[in-house]
């Protein structure tokens, strides 16, 4: 089956403008989650929803950073008035059940802020 | 603070094995997951322990001790395609949704 999808893959913007990014997670899986990893380091957490509910945003540096999944499965995170520093790999994942056990990345968005 | 430390860097050869370890210090402590990503890839699962003890999956098995906050992961008859970046993963558990991730260990396997 499809796994876990990202869009878009690469993304180039200016600073100061907002970006969303998609994350469309497997089929039927309750709990979703977004990471961020900069090179040579490991998935550093955001936030994760379990169905539509946020459980945890603790992970998301400033309010410039919200995510929502408002029916339960494809979830978006924006970045609003973006800067230099935000450039990094966003990755998504999910998981079947609430447990941390498992977890299924995306291929996740490079997003790169000029 | 949270923290996991694991080797940055680890070489060995086809066929050999390789022992890559993981201490950790959290706040809690549910299970132990490992993940391998190789080089412009996303992570991919491999292995939990919530308990302690060894799993075992094929060629890979993860070692686990709770009271020493020590984990390990094994990689047996080694392949060129093992070549990659391993993470150890805690989940400090509770309502925190959060894997703490370490750094990651990047073996390369010689021929």
């Known amino acids: 089956g499809a796994g876990v999808s990202q869009s878009p893959r690469y993304k180039v913007t200016k600073r100061g403008q907002d970006v969303a990014l998609r994350c469309d997670p497997i089929s039927g899986h309750v709990s979703l989650y977004w990471y961020r990893q900069a090179l040579g380091q490991g998935p550093e957490f955001l936030t994760y929803?379990?169905?539509?509910?946020?459980?945890?945003k603790s992970g998301l540096p400033n309010d410039r950073f919200s995510a929502e999944r408002p029916e339960g499965s494809i979830s978006t995170l924006t970045i609003q008035r973006t800067e230099q520093r935000d450039s990094a790999m966003y990755r998504c994942?999910?998981?079947?059940?609430?447990?941390?056990?498992?977890?299924?990345f995306g291929p996740g968005t490079r997003l790169l802020v000029l | 603070g949270q923290s996991l430390e694991q080797p940055s860097e680890v070489t060995a050869v086809e066929g050999a094995i390789v022992q890559i370890n993981c201490t950790y210090q959290?706040?809690?402590?549910?299970?132990l997951s490992w993940y391998q990503q190789h080089d412009g890839g996303a992570p991919t699962f491999l292995s939990y322990?919530?308990?302690?003890g060894l799993e075992e999956t094929g060629r890979f098995s993860s070692f686990l001790s709770r009271s020493d906050s020590y984990g390990y992961l094994l990689l047996q008859e080694l392949q060129m395609k093992d070549s990659a970046s391993y993470f150890c993963a805690v989940w400090a558990g509770g309502s925190q949704g959060n894997l703490i991730f370490g750094k990651g260990t990047k073996l390369s396997v010689k021929p």
């Open positions: 322990n919530a308990l302690d």
């Open positions: 959290t706040s809690g402590f549910y299970g």
């Open positions: 994942a999910s998981s079947p059940t609430s447990s941390r056990e498992t977890q299924y």
């Open positions: 929803f379990n169905y539509e509910a946020q459980q945890d």
